[in-house]
């Protein structure tokens, strides 16, 4: 039986959060673990815990908002890449628009990507393909 993908989902809009999970379910990874953080200390303390060995598993990818309350996204990236533990997270930074993700690329430094993100179902489910998430659920080691 193969272990389960964890993806940390961190982002604090309802109805986002809803669409990339439909999404999800819909590339055929609702099977696996999505865990979610509504706000940028959540997502720090949350994978804390996962690194202290007292919480989920470890993340396979995280896609991470920028905008989030307590403590915005690029300062949660900035302190996972500082971490030894987190140093090699898979972070994928999503944003909400076509130019903030332009400004965004010169200014985030540690992320394994930065995408668009999609405003509706059929784009959500075409991001989940772009970011390769069925094929990291399908080439998941045996347990």
Same mark, same amino acid.
């Given at each position: 039986?193969?272990?389960?993908?964890?993806?940390?989902?961190? &982002?604090?809009?309802?109805?986002? %959060?809803?669409?990339? *999970?439909?999404?999800?379910?819909?590339?055929?990874?609702?099977?696996?673990?999505? =865990?979610?953080? @509504?706000?940028?200390?959540?997502?720090?303390?949350?994978?804390?815990?996962?690194?202290?060995?007292?919480?989920?598993?470890?993340?396979?990818?995280?896609?991470?908002?920028?905008?989030?309350?307590?403590?915005?996204?690029? &300062?949660?990236?900035?302190?996972?890449?500082? *971490?030894? &533990?987190?140093?090699?997270?898979?972070?994928?930074?999503?944003?909400?628009?076509?130019? *903030? @993700?332009?400004?965004? @690329?010169?200014?985030? %430094?540690?992320?394994?990507? %930065?995408?668009?993100?999609?405003?509706?179902?059929?784009?959500?489910?075409? =991001?989940?393909?772009?970011?390769? =998430?069925?094929?990291?659920?399908?080439?998941?080691?045996?347990?």
């Amino acid at each position: 039986m193969n272990a389960q993908a964890v993806i940390l989902l961190v &982002e604090d809009n309802p109805g986002d %959060v809803e669409l990339t *999970q439909r999404a999800l379910r819909h590339r055929g990874v609702a099977a696996h673990t999505t =865990l979610v953080a @509504r706000d940028g200390q959540q997502a720090l303390d949350l994978v804390q815990q996962v690194c202290s060995g007292s919480g989920s598993p470890r993340p396979d990818v995280v896609l991470l908002d920028l905008h989030l309350p307590k403590i915005d996204g690029l &300062e949660v990236l900035q302190q996972w890449r500082t *971490q030894d &533990e987190t140093r090699d997270l898979p972070v994928v930074v999503m944003v909400s628009n076509k130019e *903030q @993700r332009d400004d965004i @690329r010169r200014d985030v %430094v540690g992320a394994n990507g %930065v995408l668009l993100k999609p405003l509706n179902a059929a784009d959500f489910i075409d =991001l989940v393909r772009e970011l390769g =998430l069925t094929q990291l659920v399908a080439e998941r080691p045996e347990a």
